[in-house]
């Protein structure tokens, strides 16, 4: 009968020992004689600065390299900051941007207004004096629709934070900064930014996203001229000598025309299926050999036509719906692959070490020069990728020193850059580039290896 008060008295002293311990670690109050400074230093978690809620946002590299604020430079955010559900992380453009790499272009424009014929490489031609350094200076708003494209209409601003450049876009009417001085370190916020606060503990919440106008991805300014590298866009470019030799292949043409064009109609043997309604007409082209060992890497094929199957038979019957060269009796017959094919990309440098030549000039005998197209013995094994860029160098071979005191010898002369290419189709063992800038004539066997940028080359000198 006595042991209930006991079991009370029990109970009500655990729950007192529960209550005070709460309180300490919650930072309440000196209860056991810590003071207030054991209040003090405790993290708040439920008050975030501006700053701290934009660093969760763009995420703790981004914010690390990107610094806006003098607040934004405190101590990195908390767990309990980085998993605020109001502040999701973007993918930043790089965890650690080599910004000192970047060499602005004298008389550098502060905006510009993107027109309907832009291509990416020459808006970054504006700003740089390296356009493939481009991803390094773009910044990724995540408050955007597609921020890694640029749609005609936009205006670029160039601003600086930390002193390093920046570019922007401002889309879709929004005010335009009054401040874009490059003279003085200055940050221009294109884009308005809100402290969401985190509810109560028990209440039920509703995420709620800024509604974005879409784009569409036709409407985006392509990477690099589409004029020029869509005939080579097409698959299959290079192939083996096996499948050229089984693939169907033009034996005539309705009324027996030596060349035909688009509407015209053709005669195609070893067509075995109708499976297929598209198909495109290739011209076997070039053999492609390694100039380093003398091994055939493939066998490029020339697209000349488009086609589409009218009637199955030996021969079947295909009519030409578009062509881009004269059609000819011989011309191999494949399918037609389906698939986008984007036109952008982002320039970039290879993951590692590179060095090939140019074992190919497409449509050129003894030399080429900007805008042209040319093929390298750098594939996917060799870590190429669309949009990589690699610097061409003309051999620079080596002269009879007869000025030497020791008689007559031989000096070898340094390389010099011709100029720039970029990657933009890949195959196992080659690729094409397109020369996007040229020093001087680019010729067959041409050293490609990575570029240098100007900023480096500058501080060798």
């Given at each position: 009968?006595?042991?209930?008060?006991?079991?009370?008295?029990?109970?009500?002293?655990?729950?007192?020992?529960?209550?005070?311990?709460?309180?300490?670690s919650?930072?309440?109050?000196?209860?056991?004689?810590?003071?207030e400074?054991d209040a003090?230093?405790?993290?708040?978690?439920e008050?975030?600065?501006?700053?701290?809620?934009?660093?969760?946002?763009?995420?703790?590299?981004?914010a690390?390299a990107?610094?806006?604020?003098?607040?934004?430079?405190?101590?990195?955010?908390?767990?309990a900051?980085?998993?605020?559900?109001?502040?999701?992380?973007?993918?930043?453009?790089?965890?650690?941007?080599q910004t000192?790499?970047?060499?602005?272009?004298?008389n550098?424009?502060?905006?510009y207004?993107?027109?309907?014929?832009?291509?990416?490489?020459?808006?970054?031609?504006?700003?740089?004096?390296?356009?493939w350094?481009?991803?390094?200076?773009?910044?990724?708003?995540?408050?955007?629709?597609?921020?890694?494209?640029?749609y005609?209409?936009?205006?670029?601003?160039?601003?600086?934070?930390?002193?390093?450049?920046?570019?922007?876009v401002?889309?879709?009417?929004?005010?335009?900064?009054?401040?874009?001085?490059?003279?003085?370190?200055?940050?221009?916020?294109?884009?308005?930014r809100?402290?969401?606060?985190?509810?109560?503990?028990?209440?039920?919440?509703?995420?709620?996203?800024?509604?974005?106008?879409?784009?569409?991805?036709?409407?985006?300014?392509?990477?690099?001229?589409?004029?020029?590298?869509?005939?080579?866009?097409?698959?299959?470019?290079?192939?083996?000598?096996?499948?050229?030799r089984?693939?169907?292949?033009?034996?005539?043409?309705?009324?027996?025309?030596?060349?035909?064009?688009e509407?015209?109609?053709i005669?195609?043997?070893?067509?075995?299926?109708?499976e297929?309604?598209?198909?495109?007409i290739?011209r076997?082209?070039?053999?492609l050999?390694?100039p380093?060992?003398?091994?055939?890497?493939?066998?490029?094929?020339i697209?000349?036509?488009?086609?589409?199957l009218?009637?199955?038979?030996?021969?079947?019957?295909?009519?030409?719906?578009?062509?881009?060269r004269?059609t000819?009796?011989?011309?191999?017959?494949?399918?037609?692959?389906?698939?986008?094919?984007?036109?952008?990309?982002?320039?970039?440098?290879?993951?590692?070490?590179?060095?090939g030549?140019i074992?190919?000039?497409?449509?050129?005998?003894?030399q080429?020069?900007?805008?042209?197209v040319?093929?390298?013995?750098?594939?996917?094994r060799?870590?190429?990728?669309?949009?990589?860029?690699l610097?061409?160098e003309?051999?620079?071979?080596?002269v009879?020193?007869?000025?030497?005191?020791?008689?007559?010898?031989?000096?070898?002369?340094?390389?010099?850059?011709?100029?720039?290419?970029m990657i933009?189709?890949?195959?196992?063992?080659?690729?094409?580039?397109?020369?996007?800038?040229?020093?001087?004539?680019?010729?067959?066997?041409?050293?490609?290896r990575?570029?240098?940028?100007?900023?480096?080359?500058?501080?060798?000198?």
């Amino acid at each position: 009968m006595h042991s209930l008060p006991n079991t009370i008295l029990i109970r009500v002293f655990a729950l007192i020992l529960a209550v005070l311990c709460a309180s300490c670690s919650l930072g309440q109050g000196p209860l056991f004689g810590g003071g207030e400074s054991d209040a003090v230093d405790q993290p708040a978690v439920e008050k975030q600065s501006p700053a701290r809620v934009q660093e969760s946002y763009r995420g703790k590299a981004e914010a690390s390299a990107y610094t806006e604020t003098e607040d934004s430079r405190s101590p990195a955010p908390t767990a309990a900051t980085r998993s605020n559900p109001a502040a999701p992380a973007a993918k930043p453009v790089s965890a650690k941007p080599q910004t000192t790499r970047i060499a602005l272009r004298d008389n550098v424009p502060e905006r510009y207004t993107v027109k309907k014929g832009d291509t990416l490489w020459d808006i970054a031609a504006l700003f740089l004096k390296d356009p493939w350094l481009w991803p390094e200076i773009w910044y990724f708003n995540p408050q955007i629709d597609n921020p890694h494209l640029i749609y005609p209409g936009d205006v670029l601003i160039l601003v600086y934070v930390n002193g390093q450049p920046q570019l922007r876009v401002v889309r879709d009417g929004e005010a335009l900064p009054t401040d874009t001085t490059t003279t003085t370190p200055t940050v221009t916020q294109t884009t308005p930014r809100m402290v969401v606060p985190e509810a109560p503990r028990g209440l039920r919440t509703q995420k709620l996203s800024p509604r974005i106008r879409e784009e569409s991805l036709e409407k985006a300014i392509p990477t690099i001229p589409v004029s020029v590298i869509e005939p080579f866009l097409i698959k299959p470019r290079v192939v083996t000598k096996k499948e050229l030799r089984r693939a169907p292949y033009v034996v005539s043409s309705l009324d027996r025309h030596l060349a035909t064009a688009e509407g015209h109609t053709i005669y195609v043997r070893n067509l075995k299926s109708d499976e297929d309604v598209r198909y495109n007409i290739f011209r076997p082209g070039a053999e492609l050999r390694d100039p380093r060992n003398g091994k055939v890497l493939g066998y490029e094929t020339i697209l000349v036509s488009e086609a589409k199957l009218v009637r199955l038979g030996d021969p079947a019957t295909l009519e030409i719906t578009r062509s881009l060269r004269e059609t000819l009796d011989g011309d191999r017959v494949l399918p037609a692959e389906d698939g986008k094919i984007s036109y952008n990309f982002l320039p970039r440098e290879p993951k590692h070490n590179v060095e090939g030549e140019i074992i190919w000039l497409v449509d050129s005998l003894f030399q080429t020069a900007q805008r042209q197209v040319v093929i390298v013995n750098l594939g996917q094994r060799a870590g190429m990728e669309i949009g990589t860029v690699l610097a061409i160098e003309q051999r620079g071979g080596s002269v009879q020193d007869s000025f030497a005191d020791e008689g007559f010898n031989r000096v070898e002369l340094p390389n010099e850059r011709a100029g720039l290419l970029m990657i933009f189709r890949v195959f196992d063992r080659v690729s094409y580039g397109l020369i996007m800038e040229s020093k001087r004539a680019v010729h067959l066997n041409d050293i490609v290896r990575n570029p240098t940028p100007q900023a480096d080359l500058a501080n060798e000198d």
